[in-house]
């Protein structure tokens, strides 16, 4: 019986090594969602510096990072919000894990966030304090832009604004 034991534990150890590589890219996957899976998880309105707004379905996405972490945006309705915070705030971002956004850390959270015409990408507490400002990239190839929308990249995914861009990236 001890003779058998050793080839055993080697083929188990064998297993588990060639499974492994399956089971983290399975993890990592994005799915950019769509239809009934996007309606379950964006919000019908979002709490923004004293107010809320609704949210605009046809300008929302959400990706979903392995099989439960999810990156949550939409554009809001800013008409009741005065001028100088409608040229900030165009939107709601949410995640629920940690993410990196044009190379820089955001914690989990619920946001305000902007793309401003100096090419910055602004995310805002609720209070709208500003707490991280990345430059964007512009994709001038991109046919049929839409206000808001998410693209699947590499590992992560690309939250568009017309054709400008930040890229977004699980933690």
Known sequence: MTKWKQPSITLLALLIV????????????????????LTQVVPPGFYFQGRSAP??????????????RYVIAGLVDTAGYAADVRERYQ?????????SIGGSELSIGAYG???TSDGKF?????????ILSVASAKDAQLKGPRPL?????GDGIQLFSG????SIAAK
Request: proline letters at 2%; hydrophobic letters at 50%.
């Open 163 to 166: 054709r400008n861009y930040v």
């Open 122 to 130: 602004l995310v805002m507490d609720l209070s709208g304090k500003e």
């Open 18 to 37: 060639c499974a492994l590589p399956g089971f983290v890219a399975a993890q990592g996957s994005v799915t950019v969602l769509a239809g009934a899976e």
């Open 91 to 99: 939107g709601f971002l949410v995640t629920d894990s940690t993410i």
């Open 113 to 115: 966030f902007g793309f």
């Open 149 to 153: 929308m998410m693209k699947k990249s």
């Open 55 to 68: 949210v605009q379905m046809r300008n929302a996405a959400a990706a979903r990072f392995g099989s439960s």
